[in-house]
């Protein structure tokens, strides 16, 4: 999984990679326990310059033009996006959403839902460009899990609307419907502040890695050849700029099924290595899983989620 470990010391062990960096500046990006990319924080800072060089080139493509970063966040350890369901109110509590691996409390078990959990956890909101614009903070952990999916929603202690306001920054919309094969989509990396784009190649019935099942997940085309730090993206529909998955996971050395190497299973049970291949999670389901004021009800309706 995407997710860089400057604090994270329980996915290096997971990975046998030895200690945790001591400080952010030494982390390099990671997935779940990779240690790929790893280097000095010189190095760090060089894949930042030519990943933001990289970006400003892919927005002169005109099919990339619409999508940006506003909207993004940067966690710790992590890339997010602040989202709304499509009948989401401007005076509800906003919601940034990253993957479940991305948890501060770390991962999820196999089977583990959380719900309500206290966090004060804060967000580096981005603008179109990429630059920080304010800091976020949540009020608490509204869901998280890495069982069939994996993703974490966090409720701030702003709304929409002061967000707008304060900063003109509008969330993302999450789709309702499921994603289309050959949809054209990009990812922006809050954390890397780049962004990939390429197009969905396919879907996954059952997607493995490690301990973790993942249910119906988005294959992308070579393209979007994420790394590190782009765990919790928001995969974005360049056509509609809505979003339709969330970034998680790549098969980084063409092992089977371990972590950092997802494989596919099909529904007759046969495994497909793909090396070099990246993964996302849906997130249509989500929207029915939030009702009034934005709040969880996993007891609503076509709510599919996994419940505690």
Known sequence: MRKPLAAAFCALAIAGAGAAPATAADAAPTGVGKVADTGSATSAVSGVVTSVEQTLSGLRGSQAKAVNFAGTVALSNC?????????????????????????????????????????????????????????????????????????????????????????????????????????????PSGYWKRIYSCNIDGFVPTLKEGDWTWKDSVRYTSACNTIGG????????????????????????????????????????????RKGINYAQETYGIPACFGIDSKLDLSASGCTLPKP
């Open 79 to 187: 890339s997010g996006s602040v989202v709304r369901m499509p009948d989401a109110e401007d005076n509800d509590p906003a919601l940034v959403m990253t993957n479940g691996h991305c948890l501060e409390s770390g991962f999820p078990g196999p089977g583990e839902v959380l719900v309500d959990k206290a966090s004060s956890r804060t967000f580096s909101l981005l603008n179109a460009s990429g630059s920080r614009v304010a800091t976020l903070r949540a009020a608490k952990l509204a869901y998280g899990t890495m069982t069939d999916t994996d993703v974490a929603l966090y409720q701030l202690t702003t709304t929409y609307a002061q967000i707008k306001s304060s900063y003109n920054i509008n969330a993302l919309t999450l789709n309702d419907a499921h994603p289309v094969a050959g949809t054209a989509i990009s990812i």
């Open 230 to 273: 782009t765990s919790g993206s928001p995969v974005v529909d360049q056509a509609t700029n809505k979003v339709v998955a969330i970034n998680n996971t790549g098969n980084e050395d063409g092992e089977r099924c371990t972590v950092n190497n997802p494989c596919e299973v099909d529904a007759n049970g046969t495994v497909t290595v």
